[in-house]
């Protein structure tokens, strides 16, 4: 079983919809959780941090991370065409463990048409 | 200008040959990494390294090897290419300083191995 999973989509939806993305993991010492966003033929580039448990909004992308669910989650409200990309879930445990690891999922990969 | 560039951006070559993929940093982080992004599978890291003195394997490592020849270049060398090898290829920096392991991406290039 990979540490982080995430269903690859394709997801599909129209402007203006609400998009929710997730993943799942199986280590509880992962503390720090991010989501990149990568446009085609582009390098992954970080669009939400969030350390712990919570929610963490950013305009109109909010992160929520449940750790007793080992669960997180990205909504992007409002989506617009160049929200089309797709958009990696990433984790990573404390210092001291598991050090200078950052495991990814594998990406869902996300169109909005207008 | 980029913070973390990597040339050749596009580079096609054949069955056998040695080449070399080379990064380079202004950010300033001591971490570098070689990740190779295939469809479907997702980013695999290749190696990383901590400082200039410190090297490690990561989960697919066999006919790569890697040279950090000062804190802000890394290069990947692929001793003889083979046609499998096909891929994106992206480096990666982060900070130690910073815990969560966040890391920033160059723009990747893309291999083809005739």
């Known amino acids: 079983q990979k540490e982080v999973e995430q269903d690859p989509g394709p997801l599909s939806v129209p402007e203006g919809a609400i998009v929710s993305l997730n993943c799942t993991y199986s280590n509880s010492a992962f503390q720090y959780f991010m989501w990149y966003r990568q446009y085609s033929r582009k390098g992954p580039e970080l669009l939400m941090y969030?350390?712990?448990?919570g929610n963490k909004e950013d305009g109109r992308f909010t992160a929520q991370v449940d750790k007793s669910s080992k669960y997180i989650s990205l909504f992007i409200r409002d989506s617009q065409p160049s929200d089309s990309a797709t958009y990696l879930c990433?984790?990573?445990?404390?210092?001291?463990?598991?050090?200078?690891?950052?495991?990814f999922g594998r990406g869902t990969q996300l169109t909005v048409w207008p | 200008d980029a913070d973390v560039t990597q040339t050749p951006r596009n580079r096609i070559t054949k069955t056998g040959k040695r080449i070399m993929l080379e990064c380079s940093q202004t950010k300033g982080h001591d971490r570098m990494y070689w990740y190779r992004q295939d469809p479907g599978l997702g980013l695999r890291l290749i190696y990383y390294s901590f400082d200039v003195k410190d090297i490690n394997k990561g989960e697919i490592s066999d006919g790569y090897s890697v040279s950090r020849q000062a804190q802000a270049k890394f290069s990947l060398s692929l001793e003889s290419a083979i046609p499998n090898q096909t891929a994106l290829y992206f480096c990666?920096?982060?900070?130690?300083?910073?815990?969560?392991?966040?890391?920033?991406f160059g723009p990747g290039t893309r291999l083809l191995v005739l």
């Open positions: 990433a984790m990573s445990a404390s210092r001291g463990s598991t050090l200078g690891r950052l495991y």
């Open positions: 969030t350390y712990s448990s």
């Open positions: 990666a920096t982060s900070d130690s300083d910073r815990e969560g392991e966040t890391q920033y």
